[in-house]
Protein backbone atom coordinates (compact mmCIF):
# COMPACT_ATOMS: atom_id res chain seq x y z
CA UNK A 1 0.00 0.00 0.00
CA UNK A 2 1.17 3.33 -0.38
CA UNK A 3 1.48 5.80 2.65
CA UNK A 4 -1.65 7.88 1.77
CA UNK A 5 -3.55 4.65 1.35
CA UNK A 6 -2.76 3.90 4.44
CA UNK A 7 -3.22 7.61 6.31
CA UNK A 8 -6.86 7.73 4.97
CA UNK A 9 -7.42 3.87 5.00
CA UNK A 10 -9.14 3.93 1.41
CA UNK A 11 -7.77 0.73 0.37
CA UNK A 12 -10.14 -2.03 -1.40
CA UNK A 13 -11.35 -4.83 1.72
CA UNK A 14 -8.41 -3.08 4.02
CA UNK A 15 -10.17 -1.68 7.04
CA UNK A 16 -8.79 0.13 9.73
CA UNK A 17 -9.52 0.05 13.36
CA UNK A 18 -8.13 2.33 16.46
CA UNK A 19 -7.97 0.32 19.88
CA UNK A 20 -6.56 0.33 23.29
CA UNK A 21 -4.14 -1.81 23.98
CA UNK A 22 -5.29 -4.07 25.96
CA UNK A 23 -8.21 -4.49 23.73
CA UNK A 24 -5.62 -5.12 20.77
CA UNK A 25 -6.04 -9.50 22.16
CA UNK A 26 -9.80 -9.05 22.02
CA UNK A 27 -9.62 -8.19 18.58
CA UNK A 28 -6.98 -9.90 17.02
CA UNK A 29 -9.36 -12.79 18.24
CA UNK A 30 -12.54 -12.31 16.77
CA UNK A 31 -10.44 -11.67 13.55
CA UNK A 32 -8.80 -15.27 13.81
CA UNK A 33 -12.16 -16.26 14.16
CA UNK A 34 -13.48 -15.25 10.88
CA UNK A 35 -10.01 -15.76 9.37
CA UNK A 36 -9.43 -12.21 9.01
CA UNK A 37 -5.76 -10.98 8.90
CA UNK A 38 -4.93 -8.63 10.99
CA UNK A 39 -2.02 -6.61 12.15
CA UNK A 40 -0.90 -3.69 14.66
CA UNK A 41 0.36 -0.91 12.15
CA UNK A 42 0.77 2.10 14.50
CA UNK A 43 -0.13 3.63 17.34
CA UNK A 44 -1.35 6.69 18.76
CA UNK A 45 1.08 9.51 20.35
CA UNK A 46 0.46 12.42 22.79
CA UNK A 47 0.51 15.44 20.07
CA UNK A 48 3.81 17.78 19.37
CA UNK A 49 3.47 20.79 21.97
CA UNK A 50 4.65 23.38 19.34
CA UNK A 51 2.92 20.97 15.72
CA UNK A 52 0.56 19.80 17.43
CA UNK A 53 -0.89 16.17 16.49
CA UNK A 54 0.67 14.73 13.40
CA UNK A 55 0.00 11.86 10.95
CA UNK A 56 2.73 10.03 10.15
CA UNK A 57 3.76 6.82 7.72
CA UNK A 58 6.76 5.28 8.76
CA UNK A 59 8.87 2.84 7.94
CA UNK A 60 8.56 0.29 10.27
CA UNK A 61 7.48 2.10 13.83
CA UNK A 62 11.05 3.84 14.15
CA UNK A 63 12.22 4.04 10.63
CA UNK A 64 12.32 6.73 7.67
CA UNK A 65 9.53 9.13 8.09
CA UNK A 66 7.23 8.52 4.59
CA UNK A 67 4.36 10.59 4.83
CA UNK A 68 3.95 13.51 7.40
CA UNK A 69 0.44 15.60 7.55
CA UNK A 70 -1.24 17.77 10.66
CA UNK A 71 -3.80 15.58 12.02
CA UNK A 72 -5.91 18.26 11.80
CA UNK A 73 -5.78 17.99 8.24
CA UNK A 74 -7.76 15.11 7.72
CA UNK A 75 -10.47 15.78 9.89
CA UNK A 76 -11.19 19.99 11.39
CA UNK A 77 -8.88 21.87 8.64
CA UNK A 78 -10.35 19.53 5.71
CA UNK A 79 -11.67 21.54 2.98
CA UNK A 80 -15.82 22.34 2.83
CA UNK A 81 -17.14 22.88 -0.83
CA UNK A 82 -20.20 25.51 -1.33
CA UNK A 83 -21.36 24.09 -4.74
CA UNK A 84 -23.68 25.43 -6.73
CA UNK A 85 -27.51 23.77 -6.43
CA UNK A 86 -30.80 24.36 -8.40
CA UNK A 87 -33.67 22.32 -8.31
CA UNK A 88 -33.93 19.80 -10.97
CA UNK A 89 -36.40 20.71 -14.16
CA UNK A 90 -40.08 19.62 -13.26
CA UNK A 91 -40.83 16.05 -14.94
CA UNK A 92 -42.17 15.94 -18.49
CA UNK A 93 -46.27 14.93 -18.28
CA UNK A 94 -46.32 11.71 -20.32
CA UNK A 95 -49.71 10.85 -21.84
CA UNK A 96 -50.62 6.87 -20.54
CA UNK A 97 -49.92 4.78 -23.45
CA UNK A 98 -52.67 2.64 -25.40
CA UNK A 99 -52.66 -0.88 -24.12
CA UNK A 100 -53.93 -3.68 -26.65
CA UNK A 101 -54.36 -6.49 -23.73
CA UNK A 102 -54.07 -8.78 -26.65
CA UNK A 103 -50.45 -7.60 -26.72
CA UNK A 104 -49.86 -6.78 -23.04
CA UNK A 105 -48.60 -10.30 -21.64
CA UNK A 106 -45.60 -10.46 -24.84
CA UNK A 107 -45.03 -7.03 -23.78
CA UNK A 108 -44.67 -7.66 -20.05
CA UNK A 109 -42.28 -10.62 -20.54
CA UNK A 110 -39.73 -8.54 -22.48
CA UNK A 111 -39.62 -6.08 -20.09
CA UNK A 112 -38.35 -8.24 -17.67
CA UNK A 113 -34.49 -8.85 -17.55
CA UNK A 114 -33.04 -11.65 -14.91
CA UNK A 115 -29.99 -10.39 -12.30
CA UNK A 116 -28.81 -14.08 -12.16
CA UNK A 117 -26.04 -13.30 -14.72
CA UNK A 118 -24.71 -10.76 -12.05
CA UNK A 119 -24.74 -12.42 -8.98
CA UNK A 120 -23.58 -15.47 -10.06
CA UNK A 121 -20.27 -13.30 -10.89
CA UNK A 122 -19.44 -13.61 -7.01
CA UNK A 123 -18.99 -16.03 -4.41
CA UNK A 124 -22.22 -15.83 -2.15
CA UNK A 125 -21.20 -18.27 0.45
CA UNK A 126 -19.77 -17.63 3.77
CA UNK A 127 -18.42 -21.10 5.30
CA UNK A 128 -21.40 -22.30 3.89
CA UNK A 129 -23.81 -20.91 6.10
CA UNK A 130 -25.92 -19.17 3.03
CA UNK A 131 -29.22 -20.52 3.99
CA UNK A 132 -31.37 -18.55 1.07
CA UNK A 133 -28.85 -16.62 -1.25
CA UNK A 134 -29.32 -14.14 -4.13
CA UNK A 135 -32.52 -14.82 -6.31
CA UNK A 136 -34.33 -14.61 -3.01
CA UNK A 137 -37.22 -11.91 -1.45
CA UNK A 138 -33.87 -11.58 1.14
CA UNK A 139 -30.24 -12.83 1.52
CA UNK A 140 -30.37 -15.31 4.75
CA UNK A 141 -27.06 -16.24 6.47
CA UNK A 142 -26.72 -18.55 9.72
CA UNK A 143 -25.08 -16.82 12.42
CA UNK A 144 -22.24 -19.95 12.80
CA UNK A 145 -18.60 -20.30 12.35
CA UNK A 146 -15.42 -22.46 13.21
CA UNK A 147 -15.37 -23.75 16.82
CA UNK A 148 -18.61 -22.04 17.58
CA UNK A 149 -21.46 -24.51 18.93
CA UNK A 150 -24.82 -25.05 16.45
CA UNK A 151 -26.69 -21.72 16.22
CA UNK A 152 -30.25 -21.60 14.81
CA UNK A 153 -30.01 -17.86 14.93
CA UNK A 154 -29.33 -15.82 11.31
CA UNK A 155 -28.83 -12.08 9.66
CA UNK A 156 -31.15 -11.52 7.06
CA UNK A 157 -30.15 -8.29 4.29
CA UNK A 158 -32.24 -7.23 1.64
CA UNK A 159 -31.52 -4.44 -0.94
CA UNK A 160 -34.06 -2.20 -2.68
CA UNK A 161 -34.80 0.94 -4.49
CA UNK A 162 -37.48 2.41 -6.87
CA UNK A 163 -35.51 5.69 -8.89
CA UNK A 164 -38.74 6.13 -10.65
CA UNK A 165 -40.90 6.39 -7.57
CA UNK A 166 -38.43 8.30 -6.02
CA UNK A 167 -37.56 10.90 -8.42
CA UNK A 168 -41.41 12.01 -9.17
CA UNK A 169 -42.07 12.05 -5.50
CA UNK A 170 -38.67 11.58 -3.12
CA UNK A 171 -41.28 10.73 0.10
CA UNK A 172 -43.25 8.63 -1.20
CA UNK A 173 -40.94 7.10 -3.29
CA UNK A 174 -38.68 6.47 0.27
CA UNK A 175 -41.47 5.15 1.84
CA UNK A 176 -42.18 2.90 -0.79
CA UNK A 177 -38.76 1.36 -1.37
CA UNK A 178 -38.65 0.80 2.92
CA UNK A 179 -41.77 -1.05 3.05
CA UNK A 180 -40.87 -3.21 0.16
CA UNK A 181 -37.33 -4.01 2.08
CA UNK A 182 -39.43 -4.71 4.96
CA UNK A 183 -42.02 -7.27 3.01
CA UNK A 184 -38.92 -8.79 1.68
CA UNK A 185 -37.51 -9.20 5.05
CA UNK A 186 -40.71 -10.74 6.70
CA UNK A 187 -40.57 -13.17 3.48
CA UNK A 188 -37.63 -15.33 5.06
CA UNK A 189 -38.91 -14.94 8.35
CA UNK A 190 -36.56 -11.95 9.53
CA UNK A 191 -37.60 -9.36 11.67
CA UNK A 192 -36.19 -5.44 10.35
CA UNK A 193 -34.34 -3.95 13.61
CA UNK A 194 -32.12 -1.51 10.90
CA UNK A 195 -32.43 0.16 7.90
CA UNK A 196 -29.55 1.93 6.21
CA UNK A 197 -29.59 4.93 3.53
CA UNK A 198 -27.41 4.20 1.12
CA UNK A 199 -27.85 7.82 -1.17
CA UNK A 200 -25.85 7.84 -4.52
CA UNK A 201 -25.41 11.13 -5.80
CA UNK A 202 -23.85 12.31 -9.33
CA UNK A 203 -21.23 14.61 -10.16
CA UNK A 204 -20.88 17.25 -7.43
CA UNK A 205 -19.51 19.94 -9.93
CA UNK A 206 -22.98 19.49 -12.10
CA UNK A 207 -25.54 21.84 -9.93
CA UNK A 208 -28.64 19.63 -10.47
Partial sequence: MEPWEVMTSESQERM???VTPESWPAVAEVCAKWEVRS???GKVTAPEPERGGRLRIRDGFDG???ADVPAASLSDDAP???????APAPAPVVA????????????LLSLLRSARWVYEQYDHQLFLNTVVGPGGDAALLRLAGPGLPVSERGVALTTDSNPRYCA????AGTALTLAEGVANLACVGATPVAVVNCLNFGIPNTPR
Fill in 64 to 66: EIL
Fill in 168 to 171: LDPH
Fill in 39 to 41: AVV
Fill in 16 to 18: LAI
Fill in 96 to 107: PPIIDAAEAGAD
Fill in 80 to 86: LYDRERR
